[in-house]
């Protein structure tokens, strides 16, 4: 670590903040060294309002179809080889019983924008959770809608909601998206998203294509403005069936090291370990709890659907990261000196 990156480094654990121009520095002349500091404050940071503990969500993925065709996804409209199912509410619920069942108190609704799931199914569904388990917490991620549709989700009792910003660079969402899909959206999403009252989630993937390093620092600023209560990063991992198949994956360090710098912007944020980590490195989750990460979302999806909610290739699916291998999961946790806790693992206030 020279110099400039300790300067960095002790800038950005004393403000929460840094330029565009600082974040690019760090983030472009990192090394082993810069990372162990980061991460060591990251962690120091995180005990302040957390302690060791690590949150649970039980990841619901309802529905593989999908009306947009993003170009690193494998679940775009494109994919033709894609096999496409549906869940049904009673299956929807039948999987928050399970989650309830194994001691998680968050469920997380994911799927494509898939319009089966029109504001009354979707409202019906988090009405017949909440009915059943009033204290679990529901969060939706599926994807873009109106205000009005984010309002009846409210109103029906949802209380978190994930939408990745993916990139905070316009230039680059048009890159990686088609041109029927816009920035400027996905930014109304997420700005109705606050004002309604959610827990809100964005987001962004590790080593995206044509991303830059500026492109990150963009996103890091824009995780210092808009301040999410959550936020959701992996690594860019290609799937054969997309335009994107032949481009390198992100990689688990970068990832870790964001994970820190991240914590450190925001001291309180629930930052996942995510699946996609999971995916690049055997030990991808506890690395990225040890870099910061807070939250862990265990697949909570009926056993014969998990394959096809395929969103990049080799996607971990079986054994440990699994709802019902929780206790697998628990030891790995503790084997780290964390503890996975049974709680709603609410975005900590006055604290
Ligand atoms: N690699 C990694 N993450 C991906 N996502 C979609 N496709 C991929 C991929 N190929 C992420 C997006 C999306 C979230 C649900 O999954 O960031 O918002
Ligand atoms: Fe479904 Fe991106 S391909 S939202």
């Not at 121009?21 to 060591?40: K, V």
């Not at 894609?82 to 609704?109: F, K, P």
């Not at 949802?158 to 939408?163: P, V």
């Not at 032949?246 to 450190?264: D, H, K, Q, Y």
Request: charged share 30%; glycine share 8%; aromatic share 8%.
């Amino acid at each position: 670590m020279n110099e400039r990156e300790k300067e960095l480094s002790d800038l950005l654990i004393r403000e929460h903040s840094l330029s565009v121009e600082e974040y690019e520095e760090l983030l472009s002349n990192r090394d082993a060294e810069t990372a162990e500091y980061l991460a060591a404050a990251a962690v120091a940071e995180r005990k302040k309002y957390y302690g060791t503990k690590v949150f649970v969500r039980g990841l619901i993925e309802i529905s593989n179809i999908c009306k947009n065709d993003c170009l690193y996804c494998g679940i775009r409209r494109s994919n033709r080889n894609c096999e496409r199912y549906r869940l049904s509410d009673e299956d929807i619920l039948a999987c928050a019983d399970e989650g309830w069942r194994l001691g998680m108190r968050t469920v997380v609704l994911q799927g494509g924008e898939d319009p089966h799931y029109t504001d009354d199914v979707v409202c019906g569904i988090v009405r017949g959770i909440k009915e059943k388990h009033p204290e679990c917490a529901v969060t939706l991620s599926l994807g873009e809608r109106s205000r009005e549709s984010y309002v009846k989700f409210r109103e029906a009792g949802a209380d978190r909601y994930l939408l990745r910003h993916e990139t905070a660079n316009a230039e680059h969402y048009r890159k990686l998206h088609p041109a029927e899909m816009s920035y400027d959206n996905r930014m109304r999403c997420l700005r109705d998203l606050r004002d309604l009252g959610y827990q809100t989630g964005c987001g962004f993937m590790v080593g995206s294509p044509y991303q830059t390093m500026r492109n990150l620092a963009e996103d890091l600023r824009f995780i210092e403005t808009f301040r999410p209560e959550m936020c959701g990063i992996g690594p860019f991992v290609p799937h054969h069936e997309t335009p994107f198949a032949g481009e390198p994956a992100g990689s688990v360090e970068l990832t870790c090291f964001l994970l820190s710098v991240i914590r450190l912007i925001c001291p309180r944020v629930l930052l996942p370990a995510t699946t996609a980590l999971g995916t690049m490195h055997p030990q991808g989750r506890e690395l990225g709890i040890l870099a910061g990460a807070n939250v862990v979302m265990p697949n909570l999806s009926p056993v014969d659907v998990r394959k096809q909610y395929e969103l990049y290739d080799n996607k971990i699916c079986t054994g440990e990261e699994s709802a019902q291998c929780i206790q697998c999961l628990a030891s790995r946790i503790a084997s780290i000196g964390y503890e996975i806790v049974t709680d709603r693992g609410d975005f900590a206030t006055d604290v």
